[in-house]
């Protein structure tokens, strides 16, 4: 894209950018000094707005770029991204949702450290919450350099960093100025636009087909260069028994992991009740499912209008799929449609990022403060002090995040999020289950099903093909790769449990059957919830 194109798709970033600062601006104006108003936005959303507002935080550039990417580049393969994705929601629902609503405050270690030694296992559960976060927020950043490498018509390192640097600053700004509610709101008004968006390029594909759905998966057969293997299971993870082990690790992490992810959980404390926690979870489920439907019709729409090369040849690890589908849709490169059409994906792409980087970075602040910081200062800390660390560490983990960002810019979104999601899996959702439901859990227990998880998940990463031993490798000239599989929710996720189960009856003390009693009759009733 030139000149004039251009210009049109960075006025229409340009705006949303400056709605988002409006918005961070004039919450900014209300008192934030309280934790609850920081953290939980005063917990005064409705059901249907924090429905809404979930639904902001979870459909990231990992669904809306990698799922799309993953299969116009894969096929049905691809397309398992969206079932874990999806079907990772009954989890949250049954599980968690009202359950951790009645039992926390304002993060994970709250619903764990109510029935333990707080200070053990808040500093456990706040390091695994930042780590999860951490990576969540790395995809975020790789995606954003994709889109502006394409929206500037550059495929220069600088351009993708100024990206990922532009992006960390203003996800920075919109956390320290505006905490949970403006984010709440950027992540509604995201929603609003993404959902919009995705339906408008799903009836121009089905218009383009005249509503022929087998034509436009023949199609999309015939130009990805793999014909028929195309639609049939295996063409990423089939073939030998590593890719098929890689298939299972990535469906387990995908399924168990969105029940531990901080930014999600964090989500629940924005209502008042349990049941609006609940409604909070139906409304999201209901609109997250329409959208992972419309992105797999996307999907193979780009195989089939763009082409699986064209794509390829654009971004190997096919990031760049929903905004060149957007730019043929339109009517091609060089025409006003196609350029309004791209500008128009491309700005709602970017307000995926910026309102999903917000989400999580509010969401490991808050750890860093609340559990980190509070723990270590239990006595001498105030909920002002908390909020201002809070504050801080939001600009720290933007550092890191962008560093990382920097480092794994050529690699697919969504599979940087699988990894995320295993972490979340391997460490936070064992300690989670185990406080809810084992009356014998002890703190030894809660400590070691974190860090049992969460050591061997990022381990097997550091020697897995992601980091080494292969081309697409973050070092692909060094090979210290031992672990065969390139997810390691296989191993890491019964381990997170063991370690758990282990710690807990090798452990002297003896559970607090008076605690464990208080715990569950709030959980399941909210006798007591904040």
């Known amino acids: 894209m030139t000149g004039h194109h251009q210009t049109l798709a960075l006025v229409l970033f340009s705006g949303f950018v400056a709605v988002t600062l409006g918005i961070t ?9 309280s934790a609850e108003e920081f953290y939980a936005g005063g917990r005064l959303f409705s059901p249907m707005e924090n429905g809404f507002a979930i639904a902001g935080d979870y459909m990231s550039a990992a669904s809306f770029l990698g799922v799309t990417g993953l299969i116009a580049l894969y096929g049905y393969d691809g397309m398992l991204y969206v ?5 990772a929601w009954l989890v949250v629902l049954f599980l968690a949702a009202e359950l951790v609503r009645n039992c926390g405050r304002f993060t994970l270690a709250d619903v764990v450290a109510a029935r333990m030694s707080e200070r053990p296992v ?5 390091t695994s919450s930042v780590t999860v976060s951490v990576l969540y927020l790395v995809a975020q950043m790789v995606g954003a350099g994709s889109l502006v490498a394409l929206l500037l018509g550059r495929t220069s390192g600088a351009d993708q960093a100024w990206a990922v640097i532009g992006v960390g600053a203003l996800m920075v700004i919109y956390v320290s100025l505006g905490g949970m509610r403006a984010t709440t709101w950027i992540q509604i008004v995201k929603a609003v636009l993404l959902l919009t968006g995705t339906i408008a390029l799903t009836v121009l594909l089905l218009l383009r087909f005249h509503g022929d759905v087998d034509r436009l998966l023949l199609t999309a057969a015939d130009r990805s260069g793999h014909g028929r293997a195309y639609l049939a299971p295996g063409l990423k993870y089939g073939g030998d028994w590593t890719a098929r082990l890689d298939f299972i690790s990535l469906g387990l992490a995908l399924v168990l992991g969105t029940a531990g992810l901080p930014h999600i959980l964090s989500r629940f404390y924005t209502v008042p009740t349990a049941r609006a926690a609940r409604r909070s979870a139906v409304w999201s489920i209901g609109l997250i499912g329409g959208f992972y439907l419309m992105t797999i019709a996307l999907g193979f729409g780009a195989a089939a209008v763009v082409g699986t090369d064209a794509v390829r ?3 190997a690890a096919g990031n760049t799929a929903v905004p060149l589908l957007a730019l043929h849709l339109g009517g091609g490169a060089g025409s006003t449609g196609g350029t309004v059409l791209f500008a128009i994906v491309a700005a709602v792409a970017f307000a995926t990022i910026l309102a999903v980087v917000a989400g999580i970075t509010l969401a490991s602040s808050a750890s860093v403060a609340h559990d980190l910081y509070a723990s270590l200062r239990r006595s001498r800390g105030t909920a002002r002090s908390e909020v201002v660390v809070a504050r801080w560490a939001a600009v720290g983990i933007g550092a890191v995040a962008i560093a990382l960002g920097l480092l794994a810019r050529d690699l697919n979104v969504a599979f940087l999020v699988g990894l995320a999601f295993a972490v979340a899996a ?3 959702l064992p300690v989670l289950l185990y406080s809810l439901f084992w009356r014998g859990f002890t703190t030894r227990g809660a400590v070691w099903a974190v860090y049992g998880g969460l050591v061997p ?3 097997l990463v550091l020697l897995s093909p992601v980091v080494s031993g292969s081309p697409t490798s973050l070092f692909p000239d060094v090979d210290f790769q031992y672990f065969p599989l390139q997810n390691p929710g296989i191993v890491s996720i019964p381990l997170g449990f063991l370690a758990g189960w282990l710690g807990t009856i090798t452990s002297d003390e003896v559970a607090d059957e008076a605690k464990y ?3 569950e009759v709030r959980s399941l009733t909210g006798a007591g919830a904040v």
């Open 426 to 428: 391997s460490a936070n």
């Open 25 to 33: 601006t004039w919450v900014s104006r209300r008192r934030q000094g």
């Open 83 to 87: 079932v874990g994705f999806l079907v």
């Open 517 to 519: 009693a208080e715990t």
């Open 122 to 126: 808040r500093i456990a559960a706040g």
């Open 457 to 459: 998940a990022l381990g």
């Open 313 to 315: 040849a654009s971004n």
